[in-house]
C-alpha cells in the first residue's frame, strides 16, 4: 500500500532574511516590501504568458497588483512555457513574456521590432530551485549526484538499484525508473541541462537547451503536468520547479556536489543553501537589461550551496509603441518587486535580496512611459 507523502518531507523554504516558517505567523523582514511604490495607471488590462516555474509566484504578484491599484488594473497571465510566452510577446500576441530563458541572438532583433524600434529588456524577478523529484515507497530519503542523474536521464542507468545509485544510498528497491520530462520548451528543462553538462564530469553528452534531449522517458506538459505524472507513478523521477514539488507533496532528493562530498553532506533544499547560490549570481546584461550568469551555480565550492536554482525574466519592452501598456506593465512589475515579493518563500521561492530588488526596481523606473492619467496610486 502506498504511503501518503507528506509534506513535511520537503525543506521548507525561505530567504535569509526571513523567519524560518514553523508557525502561522506571517514573515516579517522584507522591507522594501512594505509601502513599496506602485505607479497605477494605464491599461486597465494587460496580458503575459510563458514560464510555468514561475506560474505560482504571479499568483502572488497578480494579488499585490490587484491590492495596490485598487483592483481597477488587472493581469492574465497564461503558463504555457518559456517558448511559447517569447514567441507570443515577440508577435505582438502579449505585453510581456516570462522567460526561464533571457532572449538572445536574433530574438533581440525581433523583439526590438515588435517594442517599435525600442530595445527589450531581460528582468530577473523570481528565483527559484530545481527539485529533483521522485516517487518511491521505499525510500525517503535520496541522494544523488550530478554524474547519476546525468545517467538516468540519458538512459544509461535504468533500474533504482543500479550501483552508481547504490553507492549513494544504504538500500535502494529492485524497480524500474520511470523518466518524466518536460515534453514542451522549457526554461527548467535549460537549466537542468545546463547543470547537468557542467556538473556531471562528461556523463551528460545529450547538450543543453530548452529541449529535453536525453531520449528517454515519458513527456508532460509544465511542471504542472511533470509533477502530477511523478505523484501518479511508482518509480519516477523528474526536475521540477520547487512550488509544484510543495503542491504536490512531492519527496526532493539531497544533491552531492564536488564541495560537499569533501564533507560527506549532501545538499538539501533550504533557505540557506539556496539563498547562498543566488549570492553567486553575477550581471553580464548592459545597462538595464540584466541578463544574469548563473555558470556559477553549477559546481559550487562551498559544502552547502544547493546547484541547480533557476531565474524567471520578464521580457519586457524598453518603451512601449502604447503609452497606455507600458505604465500598466510598469505598475505591475513595480508591485512585483516590491509587495509581491513579501511572501514569496510560502509558494517555493525566494524572495530578491535588498540589494538585487534595488537593482531591478531601478531598471522597472526605467521603463519609458506616460504618466498616469487616471489618479491611481499605490
Given at each position: 500500500?502506498k504511503?501518503n507523502?507528506?509534506?513535511?518531507?520537503?525543506?521548507?523554504?525561505?530567504a535569509?532574511?526571513?523567519?524560518l516558517?514553523?508557525?502561522?505567523?506571517?514573515h516579517t523582514?522584507?522591507a522594501y516590501?512594505?509601502?513599496?511604490?506602485?505607479?497605477c495607471g494605464?491599461?486597465?488590462?494587460?496580458?503575459?504568458s510563458?514560464?510555468?516555474?514561475?506560474?505560482?509566484?504571479?499568483?502572488?504578484?497578480?494579488?499585490?497588483?490587484n491590492?495596490?491599484?485598487k483592483?481597477?488594473?488587472?493581469?492574465?497571465?497564461?503558463a504555457?512555457?518559456?517558448g511559447a510566452?517569447v514567441?507570443d510577446f515577440?508577435?505582438?500576441?502579449t505585453?510581456?513574456a516570462?522567460?526561464?530563458?533571457?532572449?538572445s541572438g536574433?530574438?533581440?532583433?525581433a523583439?526590438?521590432?515588435?517594442c517599435?524600434?525600442n530595445?527589450?529588456?531581460?528582468?530577473p524577478?523570481?528565483?527559484?530551485?530545481?527539485a529533483?523529484?521522485y516517487?518511491?515507497?521505499a525510500v525517503?530519503?535520496?541522494?544523488?549526484d550530478?554524474p547519476?542523474l546525468?545517467?538516468?536521464f540519458?538512459g544509461s542507468?535504468t533500474?533504482?538499484d543500479?550501483p552508481?545509485?547504490?553507492a549513494?544510498?544504504?538500500s535502494?528497491?529492485p524497480?524500474n525508473?520511470?523518466?518524466?520530462?518536460?515534453?514542451?520548451p522549457s526554461?527548467t528543462?535549460a537549466?537542468?541541462?545546463a547543470?547537468?553538462q557542467?556538473?556531471?564530469?562528461?556523463?551528460?553528452?545529450?547538450?543543453t537547451?530548452?529541449?529535453?534531449?536525453?531520449?528517454?522517458?515519458t513527456g508532460a506538459?509544465?511542471?504542472?503536468?511533470?509533477s502530477?505524472?511523478v505523484?501518479n507513478?511508482?518509480?519516477?523521477i523528474?526536475?521540477?520547479?520547487?512550488s509544484?514539488a510543495?503542491?504536490?507533496?512531492l519527496f526532493a532528493a539531497q544533491?552531492?556536489?564536488?564541495a560537499?562530498r569533501?564533507?560527506l553532506?549532501?545538499v538539501?533544499?533550504g533557505?540557506?543553501?539556496v539563498?547562498k547560490?543566488?549570492?553567486?549570481?553575477?550581471?553580464?546584461g548592459?545597462?538595464?537589461d540584466l541578463?544574469?550568469?548563473l555558470?556559477?551555480?553549477?559546481?559550487?565550492t562551498?559544502?552547502d550551496v544547493?546547484?541547480?536554482?533557476m531565474v524567471?525574466?520578464?521580457i519586457?519592452c524598453s518603451?512601449y509603441p502604447s503609452?497606455?501598456?507600458?505604465?500598466?506593465?510598469?505598475?505591475?512589475l513595480?508591485a512585483?518587486?516590491?509587495?509581491g515579493?513579501?511572501d514569496?518563500d510560502k509558494?517555493?521561492?525566494?524572495p530578491?535580496p535588498?540589494?538585487?530588488?534595488?537593482?531591478?526596481f531601478g531598471?522597472?523606473?526605467g521603463?519609458?512611459?506616460?504618466?498616469?492619467?487616471n489618479g491611481?496610486?499605490g
Amino acid at each position: 500500500m502506498k504511503r501518503n507523502r507528506s509534506g513535511a518531507a520537503l525543506s521548507v523554504l525561505t530567504a535569509a532574511a526571513l523567519v524560518l516558517s514553523g508557525c502561522s505567523k506571517p514573515h516579517t523582514a522584507l522591507a522594501y516590501a512594505n509601502g513599496a511604490r506602485v505607479d497605477c495607471g494605464g491599461a486597465k488590462a494587460i496580458t503575459a504568458s510563458g514560464s510555468s516555474a514561475q506560474a505560482n509566484a504571479m499568483t502572488a504578484f497578480i494579488a499585490a497588483f490587484n491590492t495596490a491599484c485598487k483592483g481597477q488594473q488587472s493581469l492574465t497571465y497564461t503558463a504555457n512555457g518559456s517558448g511559447a510566452g517569447v514567441n507570443d510577446f515577440l508577435a505582438g500576441k502579449t505585453d510581456f513574456a516570462g522567460s526561464d530563458i533571457p532572449l538572445s541572438g536574433d530574438q533581440y532583433a525581433a523583439a526590438k521590432q515588435r517594442c517599435g524600434g525600442n530595445d527589450a529588456w531581460n528582468l530577473p524577478v523570481v528565483f527559484g530551485p530545481i527539485a529533483i523529484t521522485y516517487n518511491l515507497n521505499a525510500v525517503d530519503n535520496l541522494v544523488l549526484d550530478a554524474p547519476t542523474l546525468a545517467k538516468i536521464f540519458n538512459g544509461s542507468i535504468t533500474r533504482w538499484d543500479d550501483p552508481d545509485i547504490a553507492a549513494l544510498n544504504t538500500s535502494m528497491p529492485p524497480e524500474n525508473i520511470h523518466v518524466v520530462y518536460r515534453e514542451d520548451p522549457s526554461g527548467t528543462t535549460a537549466h537542468f541541462q545546463a547543470y547537468l553538462q557542467a556538473a556531471s564530469g562528461g556523463a551528460w553528452d545529450k547538450g543543453t537547451g530548452k529541449i529535453f534531449t536525453g531520449g528517454v522517458g515519458t513527456g508532460a506538459k509544465g511542471n504542472l503536468g511533470t509533477s502530477a505524472e511523478v505523484k501518479n507513478t511508482e518509480g519516477a523521477i523528474s526536475y521540477n520547479e520547487y512550488s509544484f514539488a510543495q503542491q504536490q507533496n512531492l519527496f526532493a532528493a539531497q544533491i552531492k556536489t564536488s564541495a560537499s562530498r569533501k564533507s560527506l553532506r549532501p545538499v538539501r533544499i533550504g533557505a540557506d543553501t539556496v539563498g547562498k547560490t543566488i549570492s553567486n549570481a553575477k550581471i553580464v546584461g548592459k545597462g538595464d537589461d540584466l541578463v544574469l550568469d548563473l555558470s556559477g551555480f553549477y559546481n559550487p565550492t562551498q559544502p552547502d550551496v544547493y546547484p541547480i536554482v533557476m531565474v524567471t525574466y520578464e521580457i519586457v519592452c524598453s518603451k512601449y509603441p502604447s503609452p497606455d501598456v507600458g505604465q500598466a506593465v510598469k505598475a505591475f512589475l513595480q508591485a512585483a518587486v516590491g509587495p509581491g515579493q513579501a511572501d514569496l518563500d510560502k509558494h517555493g521561492y525566494i524572495p530578491l535580496p535588498p540589494d538585487f530588488q534595488s537593482k531591478v526596481f531601478g531598471a522597472i523606473d526605467g521603463i519609458t512611459s506616460s504618466p498616469a492619467t487616471n489618479g491611481l496610486t499605490g
